[in-house]
């Protein structure tokens, strides 16, 4: 290994140490705001229980029956013995356990819940960006044409509409009105789970309207995003120079998109990174039960504990994003890499 | 152009496999012409919850793979009324004292393994660790078990403690039966030892023995089998987070009765999806669902779709902050319901689900007739009526100023309505409630809180002047009066001994007087008399509903809206024979309905 080599390598490891450093304090930090708002959010969970019991057709005697063990799951002790307590779970990576699912550990809930929401919002998310990026070349390029007009107004239609209104527009068609698609649940539960084609099958035909509502909510900005960042690296002088050389279109193309990415790859970065926040409206139209959906109702029914561990998964995922893209930035743009001066 | 043709190629593709899967769902429909499915209407299915029936959210539903040892039926006034489930039959001594149980001879779980007396007495030992109704621990509490005894292997008597009370039987039937081979070992060694130290020793060894008992409630309510074991109709095969699968149960006692062979259990978000699965056919049946009069239609139009009503307990109100001025005052109370026209309101809120509350009392309509019998029609109506509001208005003091009632001193009056903004139904009633009083010279509010919880948390700390409130709930007569003159009204019961705190503390946000002067009875304590129903004889409980309903009717501390009807939606293109209008059964699942003998394939 050669000195400058040695150099760099201690300089990447001396980086890295910082992020983490600094995403520690964060985590910390988020999680002890997070604490504090949680435990002073008014609502008794245990009294929602019973009267939601209630309106739901149980007798008094039924729904008693039902709830009144719950009240030993809520916390006890003062604010301070609790964060501290929390705290000291935390360290031994100890969430809790699960008000609205009794019995249940939290890390539990927020794993099964954290793969179900992977699939719809990371296949969402690439498939949007892919989609938007591609587009937003072609739209760029062919801007003073009548296709450049129409994938613009695309984007700029799309960016506008609401994301639940998407989602209830496809349920309507798919699902309703011509029922081709599941309206709902992550798969029919009549498969076998495992790598059988009749499971398979059922999970991608579950997660078409989710994937497909999530691609088309994002699409929109991706595309404008694009198209305006390429037509500002259009007018540059090294485009110019290229097309003067004679460089193939394909190269030209490769440079254009290059450097009309960069700026969308930290947003890329930083939405892989919000995925462990679920899509909340997505989840709820098609109930998929994802970390949004969970983050829902562990609010509704005033779950502490697991409201506090998906807020926790949730900053987790946004502080390792960023650092992922801080460093992965430098990689791809050698101007960060070497301070500005390249 | 030749990309583009491209695309256009493979957008075609899409399109056509996309419909080649929906053909595949349609086929697979088709063969699942065995399946019935439905939905829970008492829970949203969670996939990570053990299949454990003490834990409030297990996969275990009522009727398929829960059972208890019988059913409730759905009767105005008598709550002991059950249809036999593992209990084929009981009887219970003239004093109530003491019940004998006779199991399903043929009985037995999904496993092969006879149904026992000794699944019971676990049972029983697993509920007094969750406590509550007839499994409390405290000596002192109305109706609590005090001795299980095992008669023989299909036999078991059930003994009550000396405070006795009427719902004993009832909660006592409602019991739910787990295997005494899969959930026997979370009783530790000792356990009715230590149970009858917690029921009779008042001293520190009582309270001990309490502890310990008390403690194994996180164990019970996190255990998990690994399969589930189950004596009813059906067994769970498979659940996910959007659906459960159950199979028939070949050992259940009267499998012949059952015509699916299984059931599938879909889950929901919300009304908004159940809505979508009763318009494209899926279900075969679904349980009480709030739906607007246009999504109602396109129900009814989707083919098979039939709407069943019957008689739901429970009736929802206006309730007052009496210690709120100047909600304090009758007359002002009174005024109100003169200006509430219930017909509209009824109309606007619930038009499918519900009917105008006639009067006040306290009770469902049709339970409050057979209660009152011609004392209903003695009540007063409240019908909308200006004139004597405006009377009632002037006897609490209030001013009338440039068409604008204000409070006695002179200052603004607005009532504020409170409801919580997911209850659709009640903030549409509450908007239609504040417009009228508007239309009448009374400044009026809506007022959302975001969710039940906090709703429920504000409204019992007193910070509301009016709150929606569901009351009425039968068929026990307590249960109907204790939301009227309970707790959220001070009175509560502790060790056994009824005490009335003030209001703003204890959960008592009504704040209404502890004693009321009734014409021919004198001065009254409601929530004592409450409390009584409990315990008396049937000829005195009919004696205190009429004094309650009463008090109800002329102190108003809540003015009844509407009577909810019980509207259940069946699909009769699978199967048919489900139960009829008013049927005692259509407040029980699908799954009780077919052990029941009822619902059968659909005959080509």
Redesign the interface.
Known sequence: MTRATANRAGALARRVAGHVARGLVMIWLVATISFVIIREI????V???Y????????????A???????Y??LPKGSLWEQYTGYMGSLLHFDLGRSL?????EVT??IG?AAS?TVLPVLAGTLLSFLLGVTMGVYAAVRRSGRLGDLLALSGSLLHGVPVYVIGLLL?AIF??LW????????????F??GLNAGYL?SLV??A?LPVVTYTLASYGGWILAMKSNVVTVLGDDFILAAELRGLRRGIVFRYLARNAILPLFTILALSIGMLFGGSIFIE??F?Y?GLG?LLVNS????DYALMGGTFLVITIGIVVANIVADLLYSVIDPRVRSGGTA | MKRLATFAALMAIVTATATACGGAAATDAGAEVDVYTTIDGTKQINASAPINPFNPVGSVFTGYNGMALAWARNHPTDPNRFYPALARSWTQSPDGAQVDIHLQPEARWSDGKPVTSEDVRVSIGLAYTQGGTAYALDPKAAGAAADVRVLDAKTIRVTQGANRSAAFLANLLSTVVVPAHVYGALLPRGFWDTLKVAQHDRGPAGERAKAVITGLADKVIAFSPEQDVSAGPFVLERVNPGAALLRRNPYFYNSRAIGPDKVKVLNYTGNEQIWNYLISGQLDNAPFTSVPAAVMERIRGARGSQVITGYSPVATSLAFNQSHKPYDNVHVRRALAYLIDREQVTRIAAPEGGTPAATTSGIHAKAARAWLGDGFAELEPYRLDPAKAAAELRAAGMKLRDGRWTMPDGSPWKVEIHVPASFSDWVSAAKSISSGLGDHGIDATVLTAADYSLYLSELAKGEYDLGFWLIGLGPSPYNIFQRLFGQANGWQMFGGRLTHVPPGTGGNWMGGPRTVEVAGEGLVDPGELTSRLNYVSPGEQRRIVGVLARIANEQLPAVQLWDYVNTQFVNTSRYTGFPPDDSEMLRLSSGVWMQLGMIRKRQP
């Open positions: 008014p609502g008794d969970p009294l929602a229980m009267e939601s019991m209630l309106q739901k057709g149980m007798s008094p005697d039924q008693e029956r039902a709830t009144a063990v719950l030993g799951f609205s699912t009794p019995g249940v539990s809930l099964s179900w349920t699902a309703t029922p081709i698609l599941p309206s709902g649940g992550p798969v029919d539960v009549e076998t789970p099958g035909r579950h078409v709820e139209i109930n039960p959906l609010i509704s029914s005033r």
